[in-house]
């Protein structure tokens, strides 16, 4: 990688305009005249070409190099050695126990709703839809706050709570609420494209074939957006995995308790730098496989379709 | 058997769908223009789709009456629908799909529409014909009392068309059931239905059996509808007869009275081509070029300036008659049908 970024940029140019000579299929002389003009100046035509190259090369090595310097950083062996750490592994005890509770609550909740909205037309329908995406473009640090206005000792419901002996800020109910309300809106918009995408015909035909709403969303509607459903399942999950600004600060850092894989990487930045790296290369290694999971699910070839997040169609817009 | 009786409103967007009809155990074809509002029907009695007023009964039993505030949900009226492109359910088998309508009589259906052979086959997997069984099984699994099908044909190509159309002929007489379908095809409604009604911008132009839908249509558009030439002209009477001087400059002459202005009505089978103006009793002579000639089956539709005349494939080939030809259309004053225009 290193290497490349000490050629001179002219040499370069020149490179890159054989390259692109040869897949023309010129014959080597003519290319070898161009490359030899091209030292001097880029033709004009070969400009955009030469700019969308280069544009694609820095971005794909700003985007790989950090995550290859988290594995070349320190050898692999001693990597793996520090997972067996009591942070690491108390840490990712809480991460999995947080994230799967919240992932439960986000699909129990998050589907019906968006089967509601994605299949009725109300009015307020375009506000509720952009309700529930606003916590995707929050900072955290505006959800931690939130949640914290809302549920802590003296907030909204805070006192409502402590009737019940409830107290919820620095506990793992904190952690769990922090990552359902920023992993949600990924998995409820993804469920109402899906939802909506469903053929409305197979919804009536269903219906005059002596279903009832009930039977109709469990015998087709779900099954037929349930593709849809996992990517949206999966991003959630994903998102919620790496939560830390509204855990921070609604849940705290507390190692066996609120102290989530992200969380311990922070703490451990400034105490153990191997250990905060393994736990990186751990988190890596999770989201790709997420990643590899969602992509051969929704098939590798279907390169139409490269962003996963789909916006929910306003249809009453 | 129950008569279903509808009499219906539906507001449309660009009009009003006003609709009354008693349906016995008879197939009633409803035959349009595509957006007159036939599919709308259908949604009704399903209830699929609210009237804004009206009734909607089978029997005495009623489905929905916006007088008694009554209005049955679909899964509440037993109605089969099939739907235009089918709607067959893409992650069932075929049996799957028609125990969906009703477990008890699969395998009976199946092997009535014969498709015991694809009884594990996806429906992405089936042709068109296939899929229209497949439909009508299921739609007939829940055991309707009445059969709506909307547009069964327009999904299907023209080779497969002919002979699912006789098939689904007979099966409709076999079951008995009062059964309305929707189609904008003519043909496929006067082969498949004992009643043919017109629907124009929301309302019933005309309903009776297609033979008398072709020998006495009440207006131009049911005349064109059913595939009749249609010329207009200004008429005044002539001895015993009626004169048409049409638009376009030439004359014919007609046995029906009608003054003013007037649609001229010919059916195709009514005009005889002919190399030389033919010595005969055809009053009416319009000679010509062909402008355009297609087959259908052994039948040649030839166009000669706005009429369309019909022959069979040997007359057609016999006479030698091509694209640019010189030709007369013949067609006597008897066979002429005479429509005061607005």
């Keep these: ?317 | 058997m129950d008569i279903l009786t509808v009499d219906i409103t539906v507001p449309l967007r660009s009009f009003t769908l006003e609709l009354a009809l008693p349906l016995e155990a008879e197939t009633v074809a409803l035959v349009g223009p595509s957006g007159a509002g036939k599919s709308t029907v259908l949604r009704a009695i399903a209830g699929l789709t609210r009237p804004s007023q009206g009734t909607i009964a089978l029997g005495d039993e009623a489905w929905f009456s916006s007088e008694k505030r009554i209005n049955l949900a679909p899964e509440d009226r037993s109605v089969g629908l099939v739907f235009q492109e089918y709607a067959l359910f893409p992650h069932m088998s075929v049996r799957r799909n028609v125990a969906y309508g009703g477990p008890h009589r699969v395998d009976e259906l199946l092997a009535r529409l014969h498709i015991e052979a694809l009884a594990d086959a996806r429906p992405g997997q089936l042709s068109g014909g296939e899929r229209q069984r497949v439909a009508l099984a299921r739609a007939l699994a829940r055991d309707p009392r009445v059969l709506l099908l909307d547009e069964p044909l327009s999904a299907l190509d023209a080779h497969t068309k002919a002979t699912v159309r006789s098939e689904l002929r007979e099966l409709l007489r076999e079951l008995g059931l009062p059964t309305l379908l929707v189609t904008h095809d003519f043909e496929d409604a006067a082969v498949l239905a004992e009643r043919v009604g017109v629907i124009v911008d929301g309302k019933l132009a005309q309903i009776d059996t297609p033979q008398a839908l072709v020998a006495a249509p009440a207006d131009p558009f049911v005349a064109s509808l059913t595939g009749a030439n249609l010329v207009e002209g200004n008429a005044r009477a002539h001895g015993g007869l009626t004169e048409v001087i049409l638009d376009e400059g030439s004359t014919v002459y007609s046995t029906d009275r009608e003054a003013g202005r007037v649609g001229v009505v010919i059916y195709p089978w009514e005009i005889t081509v002919s190399n030389e103006q033919p010595v005969d009793s055809s009053l009416n002579h319009v000679s010509g070029p062909i402008t355009s000639l297609a087959t259908i089956d052994n039948r040649v539709r030839v166009q000669i300036g706005r009429l369309t005349a019909e022959t069979s494939l040997d007359s057609a080939q016999r006479l030698g008659l091509a694209e640019g030809v010189r030709v007369v259309a013949s067609f006597k004053a008897t066979a002429t049908r005479l429509l005061p225009l607005p």
Excluded at chain 1, 33 to 39: A, D, F, K, Y
């Design chain 1, 1 to 317: 990688m290193a290497w490349r970024c000490t050629v001179p940029a002219r040499v370069l140019v020149a490179r890159v305009r054989v390259l692109g000579a040869a897949r023309r299929g010129w014959t080597p002389r003519e290319s070898k005249v161009v490359s030899e003009r091209s030292t001097k100046r880029v033709p004009r035509r070969a400009l955009f070409p030469f700019g969308l190259l280069m544009a694609t090369a820095i971005t794909g090595a700003f985007l790989v190099l950090p995550l290859v310097a988290i594995f070349t950083r320190i050898p692999l062996s001693t990597l793996v050695d520090q997972l067996g750490n009591r942070v690491v592994r108390d840490a990712l005890v809480v991460s999995l126990k947080t994230t799967l509770i919240a992932q439960a609550i986000i699909l129990l909740f998050g589907t019906p709703t968006a089967y509601l909205v994605a299949t009725r037309q109300f009015r307020g329908r375009s506000l509720a839809l952009t309700l529930i995406e606003l916590p995707l473009v929050l900072p955290p640090a505006v959800a931690g706050i939130g949640l914290f206005a809302a549920f802590g000792r003296s907030g909204l419901f805070g006192s409502t709570l402590q009737v019940f002996g409830l107290e919820l800020p620095f506990t793992q109910t904190a952690v769990v609420l922090a990552v359902a309300f920023v992993a949600s809106p990924l998995y409820v918009r993804q469920a109402i494209a899906s939802f909506e995408s469903v053929d409305q015909s197979l919804v009536d035909a269903s219906r005059t074939l002596g279903a009832s709403p009930a039977r109709t969303f469990r015998r087709i509607a779900l099954p037929l957006a349930l593709g849809g459903l996992g990517a949206g399942a999966a991003l959630a999950f994903a998102r919620g995995l790496g939560e830390f600004g509204a855990t921070i600060m609604f849940a705290g850092s507390f190692q066996g308790v609120t102290q989530t894989l992200p969380l311990a990487i922070y703490a451990e930045f400034e105490n153990k730098f191997e250990v905060a790296l393994a736990i990186g290369g751990l988190l890596v290694v999770i989201s790709a496989l997420l990643l590899v999971a969602l992509k051969i699910r929704l098939g590798w070839t279907s390169s139409r379709s490269t962003s996963l997040f789909l916006f929910a169609p306003s249809r009453s817009s």
